[in-house]
Nanobody
Framework: QVQLVESGGGLVQAGGSLRLSCAAS??????MGWFRQGPGKEREFVSR????????YYADSVKGRFTISRDNAKNTVYLQMNSLKPEDTAVYYC???????????????WGQGTQVTVSS
């Protein structure tokens, strides 16, 4: 069983930055992902990182602006978000998977989400 707790969301102006954190209990050998769900939208993949941090993958919409990282000693995954845009506004979720991937169905454990709002 894995429990995930996100933090770091908030209100920021367009062009600003935020860093999200996801603290995990239990094993650190899962692939970790970030997803987001905007108002009236389906949950969408943002980024993922494999268990040891040497492989990352990003959605095209955030590539070059967001950076995912992890510190297994602290059981924490981060999402550094730069050059934020109003369309990045969403609830951001941290998730853990044994198999990886970019679809929510491949992730077994989820956090409660943290709100990110980008004003124009």
């Amino acid at each position: 069983q894995v429990q995930l707790v996100e933090s770091g969301g908030g209100l920021v102006q367009a062009g600003g930055s935020l860093r999200l954190s996801c603290a995990a209990s239990g094993r650190s050998s899962y692939t970790m992902g970030w997803f987001r769900q905007g108002p009236g939208k389906e949950r969408e993949f943002v980024s993922r990182i494999n268990w040891n941090g040497d492989t990352t993958y990003y959605a095209d919409s955030v590539k070059g602006r967001f950076t995912i990282s992890r510190d297994n000693a602290k059981n924490t995954v981060y999402l550094q978000m730069n050059s934020l845009k109003p369309e990045d506004t969403a609830v951001y979720y941290c998730a853990a998977s044994r198999v990886g991937g970019t679809t929510p169905e491949r992730y077994s454990y989820w956090g409660q989400g943290t709100q990110v709002t980008v004003s124009s």
